[in-house]
């Protein structure tokens, strides 16, 4: 019988690849420990990352009975999502093009 647990997230409002630069520093730890790096890191990813973490481990607890202090981060997939292309008007009656990223990002726990 496999533990596996996912949570996963759609539209995430970053790049890819500024979620996988944090993705890459928490791979393969104990949630525990991916709580506190996360916690205290300044970057709006992993903001993004402890949500979805707390998400994951809501699962794992509530939903299957698994404990907390044997949970570690199996996975951590992040892949591209949609562009959003937009417009802003600059001088002299011009419009300059620019996109907005999304990303998606699914993690998945398992016991040891």
Not at 4 to 10: I, N, S
Request: overall charge positive; hydrophobic content about 40%.
């Amino acid at each position: 019988m496999s533990n596996q647990v996912t949570a996963t997230l759609k539209y995430a409002l970053m790049s890819d690849k500024k979620i996988s630069l944090i993705a890459d520093l928490v791979r393969g730890k104990k949630v525990k420990e991916a709580f506190v790096l996360l916690e205290h890191m300044p970057k709006k990813g992993a903001r993004t990352l402890h949500k979805l973490l707390k998400s994951a481990t809501a699962n794992a607890v509530q939903n299957n009975g698994l404990s907390l202090d044997d949970l570690y981060i199996e996975r951590i997939e992040v892949g591209r999502g949609p562009k959003i292309k937009r417009i802003r008007f600059v001088s002299r009656s011009r419009i300059s093009h620019y996109e907005k990223y999304r990303a998606y990002v699914k993690v998945v726990l398992n016991t040891k």
